[in-house]
C-alpha cells in the first residue's frame, strides 16, 4: 500500500513537470513581434544613421547622383531634424521613430560643394552636426562638422 504522502509528492512533481514543458514553449510557431527591417538605401547611395545625439559617419563624400539617407537607430521620441546650414535640404522634425529617414540627392550642380547639416533640435547643446562633401574637389568641412 502506498502512503498518501509518497503520492501526494509524485502528483505535485508530475504537475510542475508538465506546467514547466508547457510554459518553456517548444512549438506553436509563435514568434514575438519585430520591427521590419528598414528598406535598403539605394544601389547609389549612403546610410547616415542617427544615433541619440550625434550622426554617424558624421562626414562623408559622396559622387554626383548619390542619394544620402538619414535613417533614425538610435532613441526614439526625441524629434532630430537634418537641416543644411545652406538651405540645400530640410527634412522637417520626422525622426520621432526607430526606422524613420529621410533622403536627399546630389546632383551634378552640386559638384565641388561642401554641405553642412546640422539637427535643429540638439545642434546648439550638443553638436548634433554633420557634411556631405559632393566629390572629392569639395572643400574639408569646418572644424567639428
Not at 520591427?35 to 547616415?48: F, L
Not at 535613417?71 to 520621432?96: D, K, P, Q
Request: charged letters at 10%; glycine letters at 12%; hydrophobic letters at 30%.
Amino acid at each position: 500500500m502506498s502512503h498518501p504522502i509518497a503520492t501526494a509528492r509524485l502528483l505535485l512533481a508530475s504537475c510542475i513537470v508538465a506546467l514547466a514543458t508547457f510554459a518553456c514553449g517548444g512549438g506553436g510557431g509563435y514568434k514575438s513581434p519585430t520591427s521590419p527591417p528598414p528598406p535598403p538605401p539605394p544601389s547609389n547611395g549612403v546610410v547616415v544613421e542617427i544615433r541619440d545625439f550625434s550622426f554617424s559617419p558624421k562626414s562623408i563624400t559622396v559622387s554626383p547622383g548619390d542619394t544620402v539617407t538619414w535613417r533614425l537607430t538610435g532613441s526614439a521620441g526625441i524629434g532630430h531634424t537634418v537641416t543644411s546650414a545652406a538651405a540645400g535640404f530640410n527634412s522637417g522634425a520626422n525622426f520621432n521613430s526607430v526606422g524613420a529617414q529621410f533622403s536627399h540627392t546630389f546632383t551634378a550642380a552640386d559638384t565641388g560643394k561642401t554641405f553642412t547639416y546640422y539637427c535643429s533640435t540638439h545642434q546648439v547643446c550638443c553638436q548634433m552636426q554633420g557634411s556631405v562633401r559632393v566629390g572629392e574637389t569639395a572643400p574639408p568641412p569646418p572644424p567639428n562638422y
